[in-house]
Structures are given as C-alpha cells and as structure tokens.
C-alpha cells in the first residue's frame, strides 16, 4: 500500500471551507450523504425494534382471536382516526418545512416546522384522553386489568385474560408516543436553529434528517392503527 | 459547532506533527474527546476491566467445582457467580471488545479517513456503555442474578415480591444494563457502516478494502438488525417482572418460549458480532506475517457478510429440546449446517495463503495461528450440537460449554489478543518485551487446553452444566480443569505485567515494526490527531505483497514513499530469512 503525499484539503480548491462542515469530510455532499446514510441505518434498527412487538402480537393474537377481538372494541376509533389524519398532515408538513429548507426559505420552514410540532403535541394529547379513560375503565396490562363496567364501551364480553391485549396496547403505543415525544424535542432544537440562522440552501441537514425520522415514525403508527382499533 | 468538541477544525488547526496522544492533554482532552483513537482507547480500557472481572468470576467457579460438594461457595453464591461470569464476558467484553476498542482505533486509520463518520456519536456510545456497565455494577452490589446470562423466563420475569415464583435477585438493574449497552452496541454499527462507505480515502475501492474492514462491516450489519430485538425483549421482561405484563409467564397467559425464540433472534446472531471481527483480525494477521496476500480475499471478505446473513436463521437450534415444532426442528438444523459453509471457506483460505508463505512467528501470529486451530474445534463441535438426534444427548451439558468456550475464548479472545499485540505499537508508540509475550501466550493456549478440553468429555459422559454438584465419577476430570483455569489466568497475569511494563519503560516502536504492507503502519507511531500528515490517495491494495520490491519484502514497509517508486510484479517466493 502506498500513500501518494499531499493532495490537498478541501479547503485548498479556492474555496473557503464553510463553517458548518464538519472537522472530518472533504466535501459537503460528503456530510450530507452520510448524515442521510446514518439515519436509514437507525431506522433499520427501528424496523426491527417495532418488528419485534409486531410478531408479538401476531403470537398473541392468533392464539386468542376471541379474546383480542372483544378488546379491540374497547378502544375509541374516532379518537384513534383523529389522530391518524393528524399525524399524516404532520407528515405533509415536515416534507413541506424540507422543501422550504432546500429553497433557503427561512421564514416558511419555521412555519412549518411549528405546525409539525403542534401536530405532534395535539397527537399526545388525545392519545393522553384514550390512556386517562383505559385507566378509568381498568383496562390495564396483565393482573391490574380490572374492567370497571359503567366505564365500558358496549360490546362483545370482555375475556379475563385481555390484560395480555392491554399489555401490547400499552407497550406498543406507549413506545411509539415515546417516539414522538423524541421527535418534538428535536423538531423543537431544529426550529430553534433554524430561527437563529444556522439553514441555508447549502446546509439543511438536520431538518431532512429529522423530517426522516418523522415519517418512520409516521408509518409506524399506520400500522398500529389498524392492528389495535380497526381489526 | 458543539461546545464539547476538542478536536479541532480543519488541518490547519492540527499540528501533524505531534501524535493524538500529546494533542489536547489532560483529563477533560480525553473525556470531551471526539478522535476515535481516544475513545477507541478508552473503550479498551473499559472492556480490559470487565474481562478481569468476569475472570475472577470464572476462577471462583472452577475453584468451587475443584471438589465434590461445598468447596469454596455455597450453592446461591455459585449461581449467581456463574450468571455473573456470563452477563460480564459477553455483554461487558465480547461484544464491544474488538469492534468498540480494537475497530475504532485502528478502522478508520484503515480507511484512510480523518475520524469515524460521527464521532460525537462514537463518544456518546461510550458514554451508553458506562452508564450501561454502572447498572450491572448496581446489580451485583444488590446480590447479582442468579438466572444465567440467558435470564430464562418465567424465572427470571416472576418477581416473589409480587407474588410470583420465580427468582428474587437482582434482575431488574441487569437488564436494563444490558439494554442500554446495547444502545451503544447499535450506535458504533450505524457508525462503522457509515464511515465505511462515506469515509474511505480516494482510491481504497472496496475491493482494496482490508479483511479487519470488512469484517467490521458484516458485524454492524447484525449489531443494527439483531440488537434492537434484544432491547424489545429485556424491555418486556422487564416490565413483566415490574408489572406482570402477562407476555412470557404462563399463569398470566404468556409463552416462556416465545421469549427464548426471541432471545436467542439476538444471541446467536450475537456470537457472530463476537466472533467476526476475531475473523478479521485473524485474516490480516495472516497475511501480514505469511507475506502473502490472502488467497481468495474476496472470498473470505464475502463469507464475513455471509455469516451475518445466515446468522439471523439459526436461532432455533437453541430450542431443539424447548419445545418445538418438529420440522421447524429439521429445517433449523439444516440451516444450522449452512453456516459451516463460510467458516470452512475462511479456514481453508487462511491455510492457503499460509501454504508457501514468508510465515514470522511473532507474537501476533501465534495468537492467529491458535485461533485456526482452536476455532476450528469449537466451529466442528458446534455441528454435533445442530444435529438433532445428538443434541438431544448433549443439551445443556459440559460438551455445550466447551463449545462455545472454544469459539469464544478459542476464537474471540485470541482474535482479540493478536489484533492487541498487533496494533499495540501503533497506538501506544511503544513495544513490548517479546519473551514475555511469547511466554504468556504459552500459558494461555496451554492453560485454555487443559481447561476445556476435558469439560467436551465431561458433557459427552452426561455432566449437566450450570451444577454446583456432581457425581464422584466426574471428579477427576473437574480437577484437571480447574488446574486448567489457574494456568490460564497465570497466563493471562502474565500478559497483562507485560503490557503494563511496555507502558511503563517499553522502547518507542519504530512506525512498522511488523513489515506490513497495510495502510496503518503508513502513519506515524503514534498516528496524529488526524491520523495521516496529509490527505492519503490509496494507489495500491493492502496486501499488495506480490508487487513488493525485494527490500520491501525483507525489510518491511517503512517509507511510504518508496513503495511506488521501485515496484516490480510477481516476486512471490520471498524466503523467510534470519
Ligand atoms: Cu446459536
């Protein structure tokens, strides 16, 4: 192995290395594309992470069919579709604060990365109403389900053993909130940065990156959706 | 950009000329660090500890089974040493030992790349680990685990304090360590697979890329898809034992072998994020000390990946006798034959490229070469087990232990230890005594022989593993095994003395003291903050010894600039000489 001496870094071309590339790339295409790399690889291991939970609950629920069909019922579908049309347009708005990114439109960014958020925050609260009535109504996961009869929605008869169904309702969509409340913390330092300035045509990494991540997040939900309210 | 970050800017904010160990001295230049040689370093550090740790572990247990009945221990005290033993070395050790310590010192100088792809990353995945190790540490002040490293549920997951039946140790803190290592597990596999493909320097073509590199790769590939399965599951049984979740506890409509199909989803792809990098390390070794380049690179670069892959669709064999669906028994073993098919493909390579080679018997290449043979008897042992029929005669017995011992310690720790011995000189800038070396890798082979060897009769005459009493028929043989594991740790005790006096009073170590053709020995010892004095363009692969000159050849590869000036093709029978 040779090493021919010194090609120049890239800052020796003429141009000035702008402050926002990082110690260790040459190029900015270089940042970006393993910025960008970096985040599909964490999002495999989210596939798997979820993925798992899911083949969890396709045990139980080919084990019990019965048990999880009367369960299911005890969800609130219209709160569940409110947040599923919520948290799509969230989707569209992170794209759209992506694209604004790319045009250097600083101001339409902000915006939307704002209305991101308050999507997200409107997502946790009606999943935190859905919770508050769960545990009104004593639906809880494992030897705490305790259904409490007035509280109950009318329906097929609840079998004793669907605190397993609650345990996967609570695991699942608590992980997945989880999730969202990750990304509101970051949505809310991208939009810090952006306000001061730090997004420009040339740099918008981080907003992409994230935006990324909130689709995932996204689809994870459109999946849970149906598995737990519609089936 | 971050506040914390010590590393500088550009080249221009770096002197070249002094090494990363002087740049930036002081604690908080080490703690704040993002050069991943630091954090490489401090990761070594990290896991050394551990493996002392989880050795003392180990010398109570043999110490313990030296005679029938009550030795040293009671019996409570045994399990939770054995769990012990076995929660430390693979999840403190094996795992982030050679990928989180050797990988991030020596692959991106590899790559020819100024740092890993994110290296604030690289630091908090440290952190992770820390924070990760200080519950285990919390756990064993709490009286340990008592389940095995395996935390079998409903054992582990029915807490008594609840009302359950099952185990009232410490399980909690433990898996919730276990959990957050592996956090820092998933962060250096998106790191490693990033800086692999955005990093490499102009010129290193994947085809030029190093065996280490590749190895490197393949492992990321099961740390980011296997981990995550792992943290879904001790997540679970953690809030299964909180909560009584009803998940993997039968007298709350849970299936206890659902969790061990997910358990062992993560640990068996798991011994491959163990032993490839082993694999790597070994294969670079070889060809540094047989002057070869590796015959079939390509082939042995592939059966890593392979390995990887087929990794993630053998898990059942560990649940041949669990309870199962019989041909969901069968097409497991089958599959489970399937990965002999890579492992044979890198043994034979490696023979072939020893065939006619230069061989140096230096102390890194002992370590390679005990790695092919001890390897090999843990990879053929491993088949006895996929077998059906036999495995039902062997489950969980002795012959199961010396087993993976042999791919572990056979295999990871040797793999471990030569790419230690190997690198050493290039990140610490000093050499070692090589007597002392030499001597303590005696002792190890030796002592690791006596050790296990005996413990495949054992199992094969019925000695079930994990028992703190055995039948008197059994008791020579666990003598002669404990006397195995004194001689191993005398080694072990030797090597370190060994290091430690390198550190202390060691000779500065030239900038390639093993005459290697590979692109890290091109860089001064120790290498500078940014690992090269400037930008290096990659003209030659690096095991390019066929196109070496003569002095090359015999004198080793020591200015980077000679290389390409005199290049002659096909001089390939250099005779190993004084
Ligand atoms: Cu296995």
Redesign the pocket.
């Known amino acids: 192995m040779s090493t021919a001496t010194a090609t120049e870094h890239a800052s020796g071309d003429g141009r000035a290395r702008p402050k926002w590339l990082l110690h260790h790339f040459d190029t900015p295409a270089q940042q970006f594309g393993t910025a960008r790399l970096g985040m599909w690889l964490f999002l495999a291991q989210e596939v798997l992470f979820f993925g798992a939970l899911f083949v969890i609950y396709s045990v139980f629920r080919a084990s019990y069919p019965e048990m999880f069909k009367a369960a299911s019922q005890q969800l609130d579908k219209i709160m569940g579709t409110t947040n599923t049309v919520v948290l799509i347009f969230s989707s569209l708005t992170a794209a759209l604060a992506v694209n604004a990114a790319q045009k250097g439109k600083r101001h339409a960014t902000s915006l939307y990365l704002l209305v991101t958020i308050a999507c997200a925050c409107v997502f946790l609260a009606i999943k935190f109403f859905e919770y508050q009535h769960k545990f009104d109504a004593g639906l809880l996961p494992g030897p705490a389900f305790k259904p409490i009869d007035e509280h109950l929605v009318k329906g097929l008869d609840l079998k004793s053993n669907s605190g397993s169904f609650f345990a996967l309702y609570f695991m699942m969509t608590g992980l997945h909130a989880l999730h969202v409340v990750v990304g509101i913390v970051v949505f809310i330092w991208i939009l810090i940065r952006n306000l001061r300035g730090n997004f420009s045509k040339e740099y918008f990494t981080a907003v992409d990156i994230t935006a990324l991540y909130w689709h995932f997040v996204d689809l994870v939900w459109i999946f849970l959706f149906p598995l737990f309210y519609l089936i | 950009m971050a506040a914390i970050t010590t590393a500088p800017g550009t080249y221009d904010e770096v002197d070249p000329n002094t090494s990363y160990l002087e740049n930036n001295k002081g604690l908080m230049g080490w703690l704040f660090t993002l050069d991943h040689k630091r954090i490489g370093v401090m990761y070594l550090i990290s896991v050394l500890m551990a493996f002392a740790l989880g050795g003392i572990f180990a010398l109570l247990l043999r110490a313990e089974l030296f005679t029938k009945g009550q030795t040293l221990i009671d019996a409570e005290t045994y399990n939770r040493a054995f769990s012990l033993h076995g929660v430390v070395m693979i999840f403190l050790f094996l795992i982030p030992a050679i990928p989180a310590a050797l990988g991030n010192i020596i692959l991106p100088i590899q790559l020819g790349a100024k740092d890993v792809a994110f290296p604030k990353l690289n630091l908090l995945s440290l952190y992770i680990y820390v924070f990760g190790a200080c519950f285990a540490v919390y756990s064993m002040i709490h009286g340990g685990v008592d389940t095995g490293w395996t935390f079998y549920t409903p054992y582990s997951s029915s807490d008594p304090a609840h009302g359950g039946v099952g185990t009232s140790s410490s399980v909690i803190p433990m898996t919730l360590s276990v959990l957050i290592m592996g956090f820092s597990s998933v962060l250096t596999g998106v790191n490693f697979i990033a800086t692999i493909h955005k990093m490499r320097a102009p010129g290193l073509t994947w085809r030029r890329l190093s065996l280490f590199a590749w190895s490197l790769y393949a492992t990321a590939i099961i740390q980011i898809l296997a981990t995550p399965v792992l943290a879904i599951t001790f997540l679970l049984l953690t809030m299964e034992r909180f909560l009584g979740l009803g998940i993997f506890d039968p007298r709350l409509g849970g299936d206890p072998v659902l969790y061990q199909h997910f358990f ?1 989803f993560y ?2 792809p798991a ?1 491959y994020i163990m032993i490839v990098p082993g694999m790597g390390i070994v294969s670079d070794l070889i060809a540094t000390f047989s002057r070869r380049e590796p015959f079939g690179y390509m082939a042995i670069a592939m059966s890593s990946i392979a390995l990887a892959l087929l990794g993630f669709l ?2 059942g ?2 649940l041949f006798v669990a309870g199962m669906s019989e041909y969901a028994t069968m097409v497991f073993s089958a599959l ?1 034959f399937l990965v002999a098919i890579p492992s044979g493909v890198k043994v034979f390579n490696w023979i072939a490229t020893l065939y006619k080679g230069s061989i140096s018997l230096q102390s890194p290449m002992l370590w390679a070469l005990s790695f092919i043979f001890l390897f090999t008897i843990g990879g053929l042992t ?1 088949l006895f087990l996929g077998m059906l029929a036999v495995d039902v005669h062997l489950h969980d017995t002795y012959f199961v232990v010396a087993h993976f011992h042999y791919v572990m310690v056979g295999g990871t720790v040797m793999g471990f230890l030569g790419g230690l011995h190997y690198w050493w000189p290039k990140f610490t800038g000093k050499l070692y005594n090589e007597s002392w070396a030499i001597a303590g890798w005696l002792f190890v082979f030796l002592g690791f022989n006596v050790t296990f060897l005996v413990q495949f009769v054992l199992g094969s005459r019925g000695m079930p593993r994990r028992s703190y009493d055995y039948l008197p028929q059994y008791e020579f043989l666990h003598q002669i095994s404990t006397v195995g594991s004194w001689i191993l740790g005398f080694g072990f005790l030797l090597l370190g003395a060994m290091f430690v006096r390198s550190l202390l009073n060691g000779r500065p170590a030239p900038r390639n003291p093993w005459g290697s053709a590979a692109l890290e020995w091109m860089t001064p010892t120790p290498p500078p903050p940014y690992n090269f004095v400037s930008d290096p363009v990659i003209t030659r692969g690096q095991y390019d010894y066929h196109l070496a000159t003569d002095d090359e050849l015999y004198e080793g590869f020591d200015d980077p600039l000679l290389s390409h000036k005199s290049r002659k093709g096909g001089v390939d029978e250099g005779k190993e000489d004084a």
């Open positions: 062992w640990s068996h011994v053998v898990w064999h560990h489970t491993g």
